[in-house]
């Protein structure tokens, strides 16, 4: 879900491509530019109701009639004076560039405010067009607005579109066609710039206050009924879920709900899965002592890198193809910010905002996202603190490792009601154990490293929107397939082959993968856990979703030979090898507190610009993890 | 009638207009972005589960502020 973005701005760059227009939208955020920008290029980038969703530029193409237009998709800007990382880039990109067209997108329920940004852009730019976008809502809201009027006032072609229902889409396609191609021309209505210089930021009060009377005086002649409708059901609803009684335990039970049902949703199909690869597996062996394959080849092939692969597709996929849409759900319906304005109190206690658990929630995904989504965060000392604590909320790779271990060592593996419950409440206190953790650790890093003056927390918190609920689902269990299947396939399988080489190949009387789990044994025993364990999540430094099949096939290249379809036969593998319950925390505890992969490292480099940041954010988590391990094992153990 | 209130003391559902914005430069600039300029209408509607932060509305739109920074915006109830 959150990777889309990026995935986005990789696979349309393609500098050769014949473009004739050059386009870029722009707005305030939340105003639904990406639902505007899917429908002009056909591409899928991912969206959701909360300010900062898009953070880097999403660029595709657009063909409309016979010409190509290359679209950009900037990130949610306030203002042009920017001081945000993300806006920053909508900024220079506007004032840099030559523009054929510049779609300005506004959410029509917000108009005045969102027309003071308009403005802004129209400084900078001549040629574009206004987009009324959430059409639709502000007419439910009994807001009309004057579009020839105001097309006037601004020099500039007004469409009211409603993007998710496709409504205006056409009609915008042919104005941006028009305004490029000169068939339309706009103008530049210079008394409403006068004494306005956007980019100078020693007068940004002065330009607002200009600005936002041009506004008003705009909003007189064009809007009727501009009074202050926000949307009731938004109002009834906030008074429920941001309450002092029921605020914090409805999102709890919103978030055991959910994991609630990943964990027994997926529990079918990733039984059906793994009896489906088991199947193939045995087909694979026959064919392949049919074919004279070598015995290396055959191991290498079907011990190392299928079982691998299989293992990851079907343990990991499951959970995450049903918690995800669950999840863009709720980001689709605008309770995230809510989550952000609810916990701000504990945040801004420990140094850190309120808006990091939108990037911890980032995190759930892919800790890579996680940290760049960090840029939402204005000031850069409680941005680095988000950046070094994100690896502490379990990804995508850690996740389902956490399922897997709570059903088989403490809800019983059976799929009775109160099992199902006790997997929700234990996942639930392990979210929450992980977030005590983000801030303390935020707490500690905000006396010492990243010492930050007092800062502030300024957040729109959008209207509820009923998601899409079956377009969501189907998007985001689309995409979390492609993400799951890719990641399988690029990293999955070559970490099974080294693991069954490293297994296979012999120095002296034993194997490489024994001399390196006998080296780690005396240390992993230590934290409650074994070399084999240790060496796993070593060897997971690229992708954290191979732990648990490293640690299998260790296991299983000791001699103990068990097949492990199903979590019972797992069960009876990691108890052979001598797991207790007591190794069973402790593996959660390095599960959650170890150095990120490889994949958020390279990102956390990127983002903080410093080898130091980097090395201390690997440290930090492994150190802590350790710590922990140390302290519960020696106390399991005196019972 | 013309009192003077800083916005953390404004109560609940009372509108009031905006006379000036005092806080740093940064964050000013922030609020001014959201709408939050000299005579605009600003009423808080609802605060956070722990008191801290409040919600406004401003123009239309819903804006969280935490209280140590409302201390610094003056309005005057109408």
Known sequence: MFVRNSVAAKISVNENERTDFKIALAGNPNVGKSTVFNALTGLKQHTGNWTGKTVECARGTSKIFDKYFSVTDLPGTYSMLSFSKEEEVAKDYLAGNEIDCVVIVIDSNVIERNLSFALQVLSLQTKAVLCLNLSDEAEKNGICIDKDELSLNLGIPVISTCATKKRGLKELKSLIYDVCTGKTKCFRVSRLYENVDVLNSDSHRENAEILSQHCKDICAKCVCNNKNIINERTKKLDKILTSKITGIPIMLLLFGFIFWITAVGANYPSEWLSIFFDFLKTNLYTLFSYLNVPQFFTGLIIDGIYTTLTWVVSVMLPPMAIFFPLFSIIEDSGYLPRIAFNLDKFFSNCGAQGKQSLTMAMGIGCNACGVTGCRIIESPQERLIAVLTNNFMPCNGRFPTLIAIIMMFFAGSTLAFVNSIKVALILVSVIVLCVIITLITSKLLSVTVAKSEPSSFVLELPPYRKPQIFKTIVRSLFDRTLFVLGRAVAVAAPAGAVIWLMANIKVGDSSILMHCTQFFDPFGHLLGLDGVIVMAFILGFPANETVIPIIIMSYMSAGTLVDYTSYDQLFSLLTANGWTTTTAVCMMIMCIMHFPCSTTCLTIKKETGSLKWTAVSMIIPTVIGIILCLLTANILSLF | ?78
């Open chain 2, 1 to 78: 009638m013309n009192e003077k209130y800083t916005l953390d003391n404004l109560p609940l559902n009372k509108s009031a207009v905006v006379n000036n914005v005092n806080c740093k430069e940064s964050l000013k600039n922030r609020i001014y972005d959201l709408g939050i300029l000299n005579n605009v209408k600003i009423t808080p509607v609802y605060k956070s589960p722990f008191g801290d932060p409040t919600a406004f509305i401003v123009k239309n739109a819903i804006i969280a502020l935490r209280n140590k920074d409302c201390k610094n915006i003056t309005v005057t109830p109408i």
